[in-house]
T-cell receptor
Framework: QKEVEQNSGPLSVPEGAIASLNCTYS??????FFWYRQYSGKSPELIMF????GDKEDGRFTAQLNKASQYVSLLIRDSQPSDSATYLC???????????????FGTGTRLTIIP | EAGVVQSPRYKIIEKKQPVAFWCNPI?????LYWYLQNLGQGPELLIR????????DSQLPKDRFSAERLKGVDSTLKIQPAELGDSAVYLC?????????????FGPGTRLTVT
């Protein structure tokens, strides 16, 4: 079982609709969760992070975390063509021990917003 | 605030040749990471530094890879000799600390092609 799993896509969403990206993780001790956006040929860009169960909203982005289900998601409202990119889910353990500090990434979901 | 700086952005070398990558983290960030990203995959950690100390190098192939961060700021990652399978993007990231509340920010990366 992969440590962090994402549907590789591609996920196609009409412009203006809600894009929903999902991620599951295997380590119940994981404490910190991140979403990075990566445009083709570019490096990952941090767009959201969440540490507690529930929802966290930032502009058009909402991150949702359910630790009991080991599930984290990213919702993008009013999707724009500029949101077309690969979205990487990343998970980190607890504390500063070297093993728990490691950021483990999924393979990413490729999102395409259709005008 | 300036972001993580990396150079070179692109490098093409023949197999068995040495290569080095340079990284300057965000000012004030004591924690520095080197990641490797293969096409279609998420980044994978190679090594993490806390100031000058390499606190997690468990994923670094030590037979050919080496890294240093002599003064706790800039870092260099070296491969000698390079192999065809080393072709990838090498990403440097930094954070203000470790543990919850500290996010990692990536540089633009160095795309290495080994022929």
């Amino acid at each position: 079982q992969k440590e962090v799993e994402q549907n590789s896509g591609p996920l196609s969403v009409p412009e203006g609709a809600i894009a929903s990206l999902n991620c599951t993780y295997s380590d119940r001790g994981s404490q910190s969760f991140f979403w990075y956006r990566q445009y083709s040929g570019k490096s990952p860009e941090l767009i959201m992070f969440i540490y507690s169960n529930g929802d966290k909203e930032d502009g058009r982005f909402t991150a949702q975390l359910n630790k009991a289900s080991q599930y984290v998601s990213l919702l993008i409202r009013d999707s724009q063509p500029s949101d077309s990119a690969t979205y990487l889910c990343a998970v980190k353990g607890f504390g500063s021990n070297f093993g728990n500090e490691k950021l483990t990434f999924g393979t990413g979901t490729r999102l395409t917003i259709i005008p | 605030e300036a972001g993580v700086v990396q150079s070179p952005r692109y490098k093409i070398i023949e197999k068995k040749q040495p290569v080095a990558f340079w990284c300057n983290p965000i000012s004030g960030h004591n924690t520095l990471y080197w990641y490797l990203q293969n096409l279609g995959q998420g980044p994978e950690l190679l090594i993490r530094y806390e100031n000058e100390e390499a606190v997690d190098d468990s994923q670094l192939p030590k037979d050919r890879f080496s890294a240093e961060r002599l003064k706790g700021v800039d870092s260099t990652l070296k491969i000698q000799p390079a192999e065809l399978g080393d072709s990838a993007v090498y990403l440097c990231a930094s954070s203000g600390g470790t543990g919850r509340g500290y996010e990692q920010y990536f540089g633009p990366g160095t795309r290495l092609t080994v022929t």
